[in-house]
């Protein structure tokens, strides 16, 4: 099973709201990702955890606020958004290893509208 | 210098034909490559992996990786209509440049731009 669901399919939201995204996967990794893919252009990394712990932070602004309350669970908390962002948010989830990076598995996405 | 580079086409094959899509990267230390397929409006979906240099071939699809030219491309056999879709390269980040957490590590994939690929009948 290579399963990552992600709930709401698709979320419209109000400048002023706050809303959140998840993520769920039961394949037993235990690194996570969250990418913003706008139309036309490659997925962008945002946010990844290894083991529950936030091990990169692409820059992204306190607007998105990640979160990640156990191995398979990754929340992504939305407040104070732009139109700007309005995109296709996508959780990814990979084993951990050594050497070679390990598949990255994708998600359905998130499409979200920011009014 | 982009550090995944793809031809954007579109790349358009006719049916049955084989399609070739190539991708070309600078972080000369990078170990782990990917292709990934993404219909309009769907998520990624992973076609094939490499790790090694020479070819891997699952199904229609054959991978090959060339390392000291920093090339790597996508070989579809017998392209089908349904096969027409944007196709990512992603290649992993420098292992020395991984952080760690826990004594492992992972991989920071960089995304090319992708290749829209069309087969018509």
């Known amino acids: 099973d290579t399963e990552v669901t992600q709930t709401p399919k698709h979320l419209v939201m109000g400048m002023t709201n706050k809303k959140s995204l998840k993520c769920e996967q039961h394949?037993?990794?235990?690194?996570m990702y969250w990418y913003k893919q706008k139309a036309k252009k490659p997925p962008e990394l945002m946010f990844v955890?290894?083991?529950?712990?936030?091990?990169i932070n692409e820059s992204v602004p306190s607007r998105f606020s990640p979160e990640c309350p156990n191995s398979s669970l990754l929340n992504l908390h939305l407040h104070a958004l732009q139109p700007e962002d309005s995109a296709l948010y996508l959780c990814?989830?990979?084993?951990?290893?050594?050497?070679?990076?390990?598949?990255?598995?994708f998600g359905p996405g998130t499409r979200l509208t920011v009014l | 210098q982009k550090e995944v580079e793809q031809n954007s086409g579109p790349l358009s094959v006719p049916e049955g034909a084989i399609a070739s899509l190539n991708c070309t990267y600078s972080?000369?230390?990078?170990?782990?490559f990917f292709w990934y397929r993404q219909y309009s409006g769907k998520s990624p979906e992973l076609i094939m992996f490499?790790?090694?240099?020479g070819d891997k071939e699952d199904g229609r699809f054959t991978a090959q990786l060339n390392k000291a030219s920093q090339y790597v491309s996508l070989l579809i056999r017998d392209s089908q209509p349904s096969d027409s879709a944007t196709y990512l390269c992603?290649?992993?980040?420098?292992?020395?440049?991984?952080?760690?957490?826990?004594?492992?590590?992972?991989?920071?994939?960089?995304f090319g731009q992708g290749t829209i690929l069309t087969v018509h009948p």
């Open positions: 972080d000369r230390g990078s170990q782990s």
């Open positions: 490499i790790y090694s240099n």
């Open positions: 955890y290894s083991y529950e712990k936030l091990s």
């Open positions: 394949m037993g990794h235990r690194a």
């Open positions: 992603a290649v992993e980040q420098d292992t020395s440049r991984r952080a760690n957490a826990g004594g492992t590590s992972y991989g920071k994939l960089t």
């Open positions: 990814a989830s990979s084993q951990v290893r050594l050497v070679n990076t390990d598949t990255q598995y």
